[in-house]
């Protein structure tokens, strides 16, 4: 599934990859993010065996809008409700501004946490 809309040159169809895309890049970006998680043990295996730049990223499309659910992994130490509400809100405005089309939900999901060791 895609999402379109109509311009008056024209129709704009962006694939969910491409906004996956966008949405994985945000979210590695963001302060306390480490990595990406796999949904469940048998995503894990796929994404061990062959590298998708969309690695715990979920795009749908429900009642024209677009629902963007992330699974993630937060650095121990950090408090993880600031962290998971500045990745959501960091995703939600990459992807609308690199789409000009608003979106509906960004859920996210922590998978884990990394403890980071240092001497």
Same mark, same amino acid.
């Given at each position: 599934?895609?999402?379109?809309?109509?311009?008056?040159?024209? +129709?704009?169809?962006? $694939?969910?990859?491409?906004?996956?895309? %966008?949405?994985?890049?945000?979210?590695? +970006? &963001?302060?306390? %993010?480490?990595?990406?998680?796999?949904?469940?043990?048998?995503?894990?295996?796929?994404?061990?065996?062959?590298?998708?730049? +969309?690695?715990?990223?979920?795009?749908?499309?429900?009642?024209?809008?677009?629902?963007?659910?992330?699974?993630?992994? %937060?650095?121990?130490? !950090?408090?993880?409700?600031?962290?998971? &509400? $500045?990745?959501?809100? !960091?995703?939600?405005?990459?992807?609308? +501004? &690199?789409?000009?089309?608003?979106?509906?939900?960004?859920?996210?999901?922590?998978?884990?946490?990394?403890?980071?060791?240092?001497?």
């Amino acid at each position: 599934m895609a999402l379109s809309q109509s311009q008056p040159a024209g +129709r704009i169809t962006i $694939s969910q990859k491409a906004v996956a895309t %966008i949405a994985a890049q945000a979210a590695l +970006r &963001s302060y306390g %993010i480490v990595g990406m998680a796999s949904r469940s043990l048998a995503e894990g295996i796929v994404q061990a065996l062959a590298r998708d730049p +969309r690695h715990g990223v979920e795009v749908s499309q429900r009642d024209g809008q677009v629902h963007i659910d992330l699974y993630v992994v %937060i650095e121990y130490g !950090t408090r993880v409700t600031s962290v998971s &509400s $500045s990745v959501a809100h !960091t995703v939600r405005y990459q992807v609308e +501004r &690199s789409l000009g089309m608003p979106i509906g939900d960004v859920n996210v999901h922590v998978q884990d946490l990394h403890i980071s060791f240092t001497e």
